[in-house]
């Protein structure tokens, strides 16, 4: 492995322009703004066209630190909209933000970066650089290379995963290492050309070594998490206050200040990656299997908990947020909603709300509790701080510093 910083805006071999395949989601988006306050000219090739109006009125479709502003001032100029793959062929780089999701079985889905591939092959020309972005199945960039190569002779392929948090990209991509890859020599040398137009430093490794690395961030996590949410449960289910042993373990003690609070750990990656690190290692993975059951338990434990003390089969529950996380609108694999399943197998009604987000179903905070029987903090948000219930709760989180059981 091996450090370089760059030493100015723009590294002394120019790296070109920029397709970001992908480009109006999470990942996308940010990225392609960042290259374009770089000063690279930048197209955000997406089959999602419906997002396009929006983004050429300067709105983001999604929460992001900072992103309005960029947009508004790069589109329409070195930044533009595409959903025409010929795009693809009149820029010196692709970035591919296509990744290997699982399926059902918990197995890392290649062939939906293998169609990726096949559909926009045939605009991509030997000279052009081809980045993969997303999270994929160790040993994907060398099989995506080798197939590339069958239909572009002579591309370089490279993979630079990316490790940032909803609604902070920006800030993230351009203050954080970012870990960079590549096939052939050539490929990793565009790869530093091009991302040290953007971040401070780069990290290179092999491009197996860079796929571990990024799925062990996540699994990391995940099990971090998990540690935390059993610990939440040996507490809860025997009526102890498992914030008051979490305050006083932490409390000027630094060995100890990595422990975080409980809560539902869900979103699109930690879970996902965590699966597909262990189908890697043929399902010989029982930290992270283990993570998985105590993560996704949580919801039902929680159900149990707040039955055994209120019984709920005549109650009205609300829930309290349904974003994956805090102060952000994304619903991507939320454990609230596998919350709200459990809840009405088990109680009279289910009122949901959150700051953030919406759907047609949900309620306005005011009407969610007045309603409720007993609350369920299913998102930390930051509105819900100064909350003052009056009824039964729980609050996993402890956001609102009256502990982690069921508050009666």
């Known amino acids: 492995m091996s450090e370089s910083s760059s030493t100015s805006a723009h590294p002394a071999d120019s790296p070109g322009t920029v397709a970001v395949v992908g480009g109006a989601g999470h990942v996308g988006l940010p990225l392609g703004l960042s290259f374009a306050a770089a000063g690279l000219r930048v197209v955000l090739f997406d089959i999602n066209a419906n997002v396009f109006a929006q983004l050429r009125d300067g709105h983001m479709p999604f929460m992001e630190e900072g992103g309005a502003e960029l947009l508004r001032a790069h589109m329409g100029k070195n930044l533009t909209l595409s959903n025409d793959p010929e795009c693809l062929a009149q820029v010196d780089n692709i970035v591919c933000i296509v990744g290997t999701p699982i399926d059902e079985h918990l197995n890392p889905q290649v062939d939906h970066l293998l169609r990726t591939v096949d559909e926009i092959g045939k605009h991509l020309r030997s000279t052009q650089l081809f980045v993969l972005r997303s999270t994929v199945f160790p040993g994907a960039t060398e099989a995506i290379d080798r197939h590339l190569q069958r239909l572009v002779p002579g591309i370089d392929v490279a993979f630079c995963p990316e490790r940032v948090t909803q609604g902070h990209a920006l800030r993230e991509i351009s203050g954080m290492p970012q870990i960079i890859s590549g096939v052939q020599e050539r490929a990793l040398a565009r790869a530093r050309a091009l991302f040290q137009t953007i971040c401070p430093t780069t990290i290179e490794l092999e491009p197996i070594e860079a796929e571990l690395a990024k799925l062990f961030c996540n699994a990391w996590r995940y099990i971090t998490f998990a540690i935390a949410n059993q610990f939440y449960t040996v507490c809860a289910e025997n009526r102890i206050d498992y914030y008051a042993i979490w305050e ?161």
């Open 248 to 408: 006083a373990m932490r409390r000027d003690y630094p060995r100890m200040q990595g422990l975080p609070k409980a809560g539902f750990a869900a979103g699109p990656c930690l879970f996902k990656d965590t699966m597909q690190l262990a189908s890697f290692f043929a399902n010989d993975f029982p930290l992270g299997h283990s993570a998985m059951l105590v993560n996704e338990q949580l919801p039902r434990r929680i159900v149990r908990l707040l039955d055994q003390q209120i019984h709920l089969a005549d109650k009205r529950v609300a829930i309290l947020g349904m974003t994956f996380k805090g102060d952000t609108d994304d619903f991507r694999e939320s454990l609230a909603f596998k919350l709200r399943k459990l809840l009405q197998l088990e109680c009279r009604e289910v009122l949901c709300t959150d700051e953030y987000a919406s759907l047609p179903w949900f309620v306005p905070l005011e009407e969610a509790i007045a309603q409720a029987d007993a609350v369920i903090i299913g998102a930390p948000h930051s509105r819900y701080h100064s909350l003052k219930l009056d009824k039964p709760f729980v609050d996993p989180w402890n956001i609102l510093g009256r502990g982690g059981l069921v508050n009666l």
